[in-house]
């Protein structure tokens, strides 16, 4: 089993920033692929970014190049979105999600999932 909790949500007026956290723990914690999804009310969720624990590879949402980075502290096991021009159509319920080895932008595809954070972009 794998814990996922994310944390740094909150509420930003568009164009400023937000730094979410994900701490995860359990066993072999580290040997998984961290992705990040979001989800707004009455949407699917979608993918948004991911990133590897042997080379740190990432991908990214073409909705969100440019403006969100994705990191992790593997001594720490903590993945980070720093999130740059928030727009109001970033505003979403955020995920971390965890997968063995590799990651997809396939939510269907992640064995592990946190809570979620609420995060608020108003115009």
């Known amino acids: 089993q794998v814990q996922l909790v994310e944390a740094g949500g909150g509420l930003v007026q568009a164009g400023g920033s937000l730094r979410l956290s994900c701490a995860a723990s359990g066993r072999t914690a580290s040997n998984y692929a961290m992705g990040w999804f979001h989800q707004a009310p009455g949407k699917e969720r979608k993918f948004v970014a991911a990133?590897?624990?042997?080379?740190?590879?990432?991908s990214y949402a073409d909705s969100v190049k440019g403006r969100f980075t994705i990191s992790r502290d593997n001594a720490k096991n903590t993945v980070y979105l720093q999130m740059n021009s928030l727009k109001p159509e970033d505003t979403a319920v955020y995920y971390c999600?965890?997968?063995?080895?590799?990651?997809?932008?396939?939510?269907?595809?992640?064995?592990?999932w946190g809570p979620g954070t609420q995060v608020t972009v108003s115009s």
């Open positions: 990133i590897v624990r042997g080379d740190s590879s990432t």
């Open positions: 999600a965890a997968r063995f080895l590799t990651y997809t932008d396939d939510p269907e595809s992640y064995d592990y």
